[in-house]
């Protein structure tokens, strides 16, 4: 397994952090989830111990556990997704095509929480149980709140400057950072030759049509997911190139000779 890959991923810092946001989640929006949601979000949680907080376990993987069709068990991680609770990260195939997808467990901590009308005995009781537990989890996501919050100047000296610069109108530092990462992951899996700032044109070109696609609604999924695999098809073609030109030097001196 590629630990070392999908732990630009974790999301937690303790397993006890990732148990506080499943119980969060469940607690908020429980209108929104019916049982076999509920089901699949414990069952990621259980097996997102390796890398806090993220799963690699294939769809039929999830259906045969859960005792559903594959087709429930989709529509189960679609809904999580949609609500926000995870983030589906496509993988790429060694020999190319679309893999599994990483399901990266959200903290689900939102502002909107805050003014939630309540109607009800029964409802409010419910709210007064619950303002501990926001008050808390507000507080253990502060400092995410903080980074997440820093303008592209903060952003740390190994990204290079243009790429900051392609970034900062859409993202701050965390996410810019973030990006770069991707880059560097999908670079160090192509195999290329040439050095990362070589291809920097090719890397900004895919963001701002990844951006592009973005503005336009046509990304489903998370951004950083899409350009993701964006980025790695680019620079395998970039390797295709390079050793379709080495192939005709090497044909060159083979005549000479």
Do not use: H
């Amino acid at each position: 397994m590629y630990y070392d890959e999908y732990e630009q991923y974790q999301s937690f810092r303790s397993m006890d952090d990732l148990n506080e946001a499943v119980r969060q989640a469940l607690y908020y929006y429980a209108d929104k989830l019916n049982k076999t949601a509920v089901t699949v979000l414990k069952l990621l949680s259980r097996y997102s111990c390796k890398v806090i907080g993220v799963s690699w376990m294939k769809a039929a993987t999830i259906a045969q556990l859960i005792d559903k069709s594959e087709k429930t068990a989709r529509r189960a991680l679609k809904t999580l997704e949609e609500v926000g609770i995870i983030m589906r990260v496509p993988t790429i195939r060694e020999k190319g095509g679309r893999g599994y997808d990483i399901c990266v467990i959200q903290s689900v901590v939102q502002a909107e929480m805050s003014s939630r009308e309540e109607s009800g005995n029964e409802r409010e009781s419910k709210a007064q149980k619950g303002s501990e537990l926001k008050e808390t989890a507000i507080s253990n996501k502060l400092n995410n709140y903080v980074i997440d919050a820093l303008d592209s100047s903060y952003t740390p000296d190994n990204v290079p400057d243009r790429f900051i610069s392609a970034c900062k109108p859409f993202f701050g530092a965390n996410k810019i950072y973030e990006l770069w990462r991707r880059v560097s992951i999908a670079y160090d899996k192509s195999g290329l030759d040439s050095s990362v700032d070589s291809v920097l044109d090719v890397v900004i070109r895919t963001f701002k049509t990844s951006v592009f696609a973005w503005k336009r609604g046509a990304i489903r999924k998370s951004f950083a997911g899409y350009y993701y695999g964006a980025i790695y098809r680019v620079l395998i073609q970039e390797r295709r190139k390079e050793v379709a030109a080495e192939s005709g030097a090497f044909g060159w001196l083979e005549k000479c000779t």
